[in-house]
């Protein structure tokens, strides 16, 4: 019963996915919602590591001295000239992510400018990547969503851009963080239209 069930229902449905992969492009199917507009490739190349320190709200260094920066969105800054809302979302960080294990995500960049990776960090190693795992498990998402960072689009590394952008456009809307000092933020980000 089983080979016939793999002959008679998975084997056509598989092949019509890979069909359709290759006539229309994983574009198009994503479009169609045949598979996630944020397929990042594949859920095992996400490393597993700790945070051992929080540099400000978008940068930390893990255990084992790599620093990294977390990718598509900006908090304001702590050190130098210091910004409205740094210490909040330094604080925020320091709270969710210090001392604990999470997963990481790379997009298409290695490192920025600085030698530090660049890299979505996750809670959990999430099951699926879709809009509520990365409202609920990705911190670059939270953050955004309780107004203690702004979108910061940074070609090439922009697979979350789009929601990033909205998730940001309803903390602002919703006066959340550093939407309650301006409605333009108070780091430099991309910008929200009105």
Do not use: C
């Amino acid at each position: 019963m089983r080979r016939k069930t793999w002959n008679n229902r998975i084997l056509p449905g598989l092949l019509l996915v890979l069909t359709l992969t290759f006539v229309f492009g994983k574009d198009a199917l994503k479009e169609l919602g045949l598979i996630s507009r944020f397929d990042s490739g594949g859920l095992e190349d996400f490393a597993a590591v700790r945070v051992a320190q929080v540099i400000d709200g978008d940068t930390v260094r893990l255990s084992d001295g790599t620093t990294v920066r977390m990718v598509g969105m900006n908090t304001p800054e702590t050190s130098g000239e210091p910004e409205a809302y740094g210490e909040h979302a330094k604080a925020y960080a320091r709270e969710v992510l210090e001392n604990r294990t999470v997963y990481l995500e790379r997009d298409v960049s290695e490192t920025d400018q600085f030698g530090r990776a660049l890299r979505y960090l996750w809670l959990d190693r999430p099951e699926r990547i879709d809009e509520e795992s990365i409202r609920k498990s990705m911190f670059n998402a939270m953050a955004l969503a309780e107004g203690f960072a702004q979108p910061y689009t940074f070609p090439p590394d922009v697979r979350y851009a789009d929601l990033f952008m909205e998730i940001a456009t309803e903390a602002r809307d919703e006066g959340k963080g550093l939407w309650s000092i301006s409605r333009q933020g108070t780091t430099r980000g991309t910008v929200i239209p009105d």
